[in-house]
């Protein structure tokens, strides 16, 4: 059983910039590839990054892909998501999840590939 704690949320303007974090505990990390996904009020949640099991490969919905980058520290069981240039449209809670998918080497974009969850930290970006 894995347990995943963000951290890292909060009110920043729009061009601005912040750094998710998500400490893993209670299983191995190394064995999971990550994902961030995020919920607006409204709105079903949607997939926003991926990263491997080693950290080597990563992969982002479109919306998202150059602005943020996904990065996982097996080290410290942990994974960031850190956004940048960030738009009002990104506002949302990001949840981090763990997936055993294909053993976490292929990139999983739906939320029935993940096995594990945490329970959300709210981003808002002010116009």
């Known amino acids: 059983q894995v347990q995943l704690v963000e951290s890292g949320g909060g009110l920043v303007q729009a061009g601005g910039s912040l750094r998710l974090s998500c400490a893993a505990s209670?299983?191995?990390?190394?064995?999971?590839?990550m994902g961030w996904f995020r919920q607006a009020p409204g709105k079903e949640r949607e997939f926003a990054a991926w990263v491997s099991r080693t950290g080597s490969n990563t992969y982002y919905t479109d919306s998202v892909k150059g602005r943020f980058t996904i990065s996982r520290d097996n080290a410290k069981n942990t994974v960031y998501l850190q956004m940048d240039s960030l738009k009002p449209e990104d506002s949302a809670v990001y949840y981090c999840a763990a997936s055993g998918y294909l053993g976490g080497t292929y990139y999983a974009i739906r939320s029935d590939q993940y096995n594990y969850w945490g329970q959300g930290t709210q981003v808002t970006c002010s116009s």
């Open positions: 209670g299983g191995t990390f190394s064995r999971y590839a």
